[in-house]
């Protein structure tokens, strides 16, 4: 089985700095990756991480840690634009094969 | 713009009926994906199609078929349409088939009435 948790919910100002934490239970692990999505658009992938420690992409960075099966993405510098549901989501079953997305956190970016 | 394409952006039918579903990948792009989005289930993958191939199987119900086709271009076929499969229905691809960073579509909303 599988499962993915997220907070449902991240409220923050223009310019903070935001965690969007994400714990799984997978049968068997093939990474980590993160997709943005606005109301009404399609998902965009973020980031991946395979392997434990942190990524960074520009003003976006993702860590991992496979012995607590807990990831987070961080985001700096928060914009108005990035107001938008997050979601992490893991390749699952004995060879990855199956794709799950966690619920989603919808980030709220205030001026 | 991902690069991936889908048709149509709207379909309005009715329950029993059934559909289809156009997606066709980002140039190179040898994956592509289907998932179904709706309110109560979040995102929810249905069916993975590699190099024309099927390749990985989710929760897609007997009622759904997809297939992938020699220029990659791939359908995913909706049948005996009930008012519940009202959702979005998201197509994306991917170089290979691990999935890690895939690029969606704009999506399909399909209603059912």
């Known amino acids: 089985g599988q499962s993915l948790e997220q907070p449902s919910e991240v409220t923050a100002v223009e310019g903070a700095i935001v965690q969007i934490n994400c714990t799984y239970q997978t049968s068997g692990f093939y990474g980590l990756s993160w997709y943005q999505q606005h109301d009404g658009g399609a998902p965009t992938f973020l980031s991946y991480n395979a392997l434990d420690g942190l990524e960074e992409t520009g003003r976006f960075s993702s860590f991992l840690s496979r012995s607590d099966s807990y990831g987070y993405l961080l985001l700096q510098e928060l914009q108005m634009k990035d107001s938008a549901s997050y979601f992490c989501?893991?390749?699952?079953?004995?060879?990855?094969?199956?794709?799950?997305f966690g619920p989603g956190t919808r980030l709220s970016v205030l001026p | 713009d991902s690069g991936v394409t889908q048709t149509p952006k709207h379909l309005i039918t009715a329950t029993g009926q059934r559909v289809t579903l156009r997606c066709s990948p980002r140039?190179?792009?040898?994956?592509v994906y289907w998932y179904q989005q709706s309110l109560d289930q979040g995102l929810q993958f249905l069916i993975q199609?590699?190099?024309?191939?099927?390749?990985a199987k989710g929760n897609i119900l007997e009622r759904f078929s997809a297939q992938q086709f020699p220029d990659l271009h791939s359908e995913l076929n909706l049948s005996s349409l009930e008012l519940g499969d009202s959702a979005l229905y998201f197509c994306?691809?991917?170089?290979?088939?691990?999935?890690?960073?895939?690029?969606f579509g704009p999506g399909t909303r399909l209603t059912v009435l």
């Open positions: 994306a691809s991917s170089v290979g088939g691990s999935g890690n960073e895939q690029f």
């Open positions: 199609y590699y190099n024309g191939e099927e390749r």
């Open positions: 140039s190179g792009d040898l994956s």
């Open positions: 989501a893991v390749p699952e079953g004995s060879y990855g094969q199956n794709f799950v």
